[in-house]
């Protein structure tokens, strides 16, 4: 599966933005799908996932209630809605495919995108 994220920029503390990683070269509906971050020295932190089927998902602490993942299979794309956006939250976002667990943990994951880069001033 090649995954392309895109998304990024420079939002303002209290913004939203959408992240969009799209799949190509498998069938995406078997994959769950997930998204982590990683902030200049620190390590790669897990922030959200989703399963195969659509119907589960899951959140890092530091996100639950401000972003919110979902999938499109038709378009072999997941998203990830970012509101409320903090200084934090700055950090490269990553979006990476798995199967067949859903892959709350970096190394569960067997394919990843190239990463997108939100910025969230203060």
């Known amino acids: 599966v090649q995954l392309q994220a895109s998304g990024g920029g420079l939002v303002q503390a209290g913004g939203s933005r959408k992240l969009s990683c799209a799949a190509s070269g498998r069938t995406f509906s078997d994959y769950g799908m997930a998204w982590f971050r990683q902030a200049p020295g620190k390590e790669r932190e897990f922030v959200a996932a989703i399963s195969w089927s659509g119907d589960r998902t899951y959140y890092g602490d530091s996100v639950k209630g401000r972003f919110t993942i979902y999938r499109d299979d038709a378009k072999n794309t997941v998203y990830l809605q970012v509101n409320s956006l903090k200084p934090e939250d700055t950090a490269i976002y990553y979006c990476?495919?798995?199967?067949?667990?859903?892959?709350?943990?970096?190394?569960?994951?067997?394919?990843w995108g190239q990463g997108t880069l939100v910025t969230v001033s203060s």
């Open positions: 990476a495919a798995s199967r067949p667990r859903v892959g709350i943990k970096a190394y569960m994951n067997d394919y």
